[in-house]
């Protein structure tokens, strides 16, 4: 497959001022020279690679299709690291469609989702991190979301991880030559060294998978449901939040009765906010499936917001709200302070934590701005910002490095227990071969196929 040539737009399809059709393979040039002509006469060849030539596509009949500029990239100085050909047209549906068509008709075929992507790894050109990262770029929800994927495809977790590798390699040397020359008394500094590089890269590992959940959230948002007994202000939260009225508000409890779910950025952070119908016992069909449905989303939000009417005291149906919370992450917020307050607070910041309770007014959006400092706290850390180490992308690189943790938590119980070296060497190959499938340096194709397929056409 990687002897053909291929074809795909590489811009969304739409109408649009430029669209561009890109061309990879071995047969690029030949593909791009069927159907463009430039308008000095001169073959595409003639040109310096990377020069944008003014020319026009024509049909196989000769009649003009469009006014283009082509630009042809010799391998592996190219996006691929193939030879590719990028036709630069009016982005107009139908232009694009054609002229597709018409590589098609020279001899390219169909790209596949991710294909060029996929290409550029198999070339060598990146590795599999960054290609991950390309999609995150162009998925990216907010700007700390778009820096920290752009780092990422520049490398740098993959250079985190190599640097891991290698020295989990030395670590392997170091064992291998104990046990090829059991006569030199090296043994006890051996034993010291393994120990001591084991530790290391386990603290960066913990490190790495310690702020997995902010490469997450920036990656994906952040999974988030507004709960509370009814008529406590969530759906003015909600409003407040946004700063639109998105979600009516009343004063008759039990107005809201199905799930509103909206995503917007909160200080830069982004949250996929759901606000849900009032949790009680109720006797209404409707408002029933609501609740059920709110129950169902504490469950599986990533945060949950717990409101609470301040003008009023805890009452039963807020006990049972908090107790369901209590075992998620969640934050406390106690509406209206506006209004003369009747909730003891200090015994919430007791029970709960004094940075999880909050005083808000969605009426006068008083406490919104503490809101977004704590929320930039709990994604980012202490700092309340992205910092400038690596981050992990995605729960397949975070499911692997903590099974290479786990390796060397086992390699470390191995040195402690003064085990043979070979049983501490599997344990070391492991998390070896583990780092190298975040890479892609040990990396099985059907997982390659898994992590493409999810790719876009035309990237």
Same mark, same amino acid.
């Given at each position: 497959m990687a002897e053909e040539t291929i074809s795909a737009v590489i811009t969304a399809l739409g109408e649009g001022a430029v669209g561009i059709v890109r061309v990879s393979g071995e047969r690029a040039l030949a593909v791009g020279e069927r159907l463009f002509k430039a308008a000095s006469g001169r073959p595409l060849a003639d040109y310096p690679v990377n020069t944008l030539v003014y020319g026009h596509v024509y049909d196989r009949d000769g009649s003009l299709v469009d006014e283009v500029l082509t630009v042809y990239m010799r391998g592996p100085r190219s996006y691929t690291a193939e030879d590719v050909v990028e036709i630069q047209c009016h982005g107009g549906l139908q232009s694009l469609k054609k002229i597709l068509a018409l590589t098609y008709a020279a001899g390219a075929r169909p790209a596949e989702p991710g294909e060029f992507t996929r290409r550029a790894f198999l070339n060598g050109?990146?590795?599999?991190?960054?290609?991950?990262?390309?999609?995150?770029?162009?998925?990216?929800?907010?700007?700390?979301?778009?820096?920290?994927?752009?780092?990422?495809?520049?490398?740098?977790? #993959?250079? &985190?991880?190599?640097? *891991? @590798?290698?020295? $989990?390699?030395?670590?392997? %040397?170091?064992?291998?030559? =104990?046990?090829?020359?059991?006569?030199?008394?090296?043994?006890?500094v051996t034993y010291g060294r393994v120990r001591d590089s084991i530790d290391a890269c386990s603290a960066k590992i913990a490190a790495l998978l310690a702020n #997995?959940? &902010?490469?997450?959230? *920036? @990656?994906?948002? $952040?999974?988030?449901?507004? %709960?509370?007994?009814?008529? =406590?202000?969530?759906?003015?939260?909600?409003?407040?939040?946004?700063?639109?009225?998105?979600?009516?508000?009343?004063?008759?409890?039990?107005?809201?009765?199905?799930?509103?779910?909206?995503?917007?950025?909160?200080?830069?952070?982004?949250?996929?906010?759901?606000d849900t119908a009032g949790i009680r016992s109720t006797e209404d069909f409707v408002e029933k499936i609501g609740v059920e449905k709110s129950r169902k989303l504490l469950q599986e939000a990533e945060l949950v917001i717990c409101v609470i009417d301040g003008s009023e005291g805890l009452t039963e149906e807020d006990e049972s709200v908090l107790q369901a919370a209590a075992d998620k992450p969640c934050v406390i917020?106690?509406?209206?302070?506006?209004?003369?307050?009747?909730?003891?607070?200090?015994?919430?910041?007791?029970?709960?934590?004094?940075?999880?309770?909050?005083?808000?007014?969605?009426?006068?959006?008083?406490?919104?701005?503490?809101?977004?400092?704590?929320?930039?706290?709990?994604?980012?850390?202490?700092?309340?910002?992205?910092?400038?180490?690596?981050?992990?992308?995605?729960?397949?690189?975070?499911?692997?490095?903590?099974?290479?943790?786990?390796?060397?938590?086992?390699?470390?119980?191995?040195?402690?227990?003064?085990?043979?070296?070979?049983?501490?060497?599997?344990?070391?190959r492991a998390a070896i071969d583990l780092l190298g499938e975040i890479t892609g340096d040990a990396v099985q194709d059907e997982i390659i196929n898994e992590i493409f397929s999810r790719f876009c056409i035309g990237k």
């Open positions: 050109r990146i590795d599999l991190t960054q290609a991950e990262a390309v999609m995150d770029i162009i998925r990216s929800r907010s700007e700390a979301g778009l820096k920290l994927a752009a780092r990422q495809q520049q490398g740098q977790l #993959a250079r &985190t991880l190599r640097e *891991l @590798r290698r020295a $989990l390699l030395d670590v392997v %040397v170091n064992l291998e030559a =104990v046990i090829d020359y059991p006569e030199e008394d090296i043994e006890d #997995a959940h &902010t490469g997450k959230i *920036l @990656r994906e948002g $952040l999974r988030t449901a507004i %709960v509370g007994r009814p008529n =406590v202000g969530k759906s003015s939260l909600l409003n407040a939040l946004l700063q639109e009225d998105r979600a009516i508000v009343s004063q008759y409890a039990g107005t809201t009765r199905d799930v509103i779910e909206e995503q917007l950025l909160l200080d830069g952070v982004p949250l996929v906010l759901a917020i106690v509406n209206k302070s506006d209004l003369a307050l009747q909730v003891d607070i200090e015994a919430l910041r007791r029970r709960f934590g004094g940075d999880k309770v909050m005083t808000l007014s969605a009426k006068t959006l008083s406490g919104v701005e503490a809101f977004g400092a704590w929320l930039k706290n709990y994604v980012y850390g202490s700092e309340g910002a992205l910092g400038d180490g690596a981050y992990v992308q995605n729960a397949r690189q975070e499911n692997l490095l903590r099974r290479a943790l786990q390796a060397l938590e086992d390699a470390g119980g191995a040195v402690a227990d003064a085990l043979p070296y070979d049983c501490i060497e599997i344990d070391v």
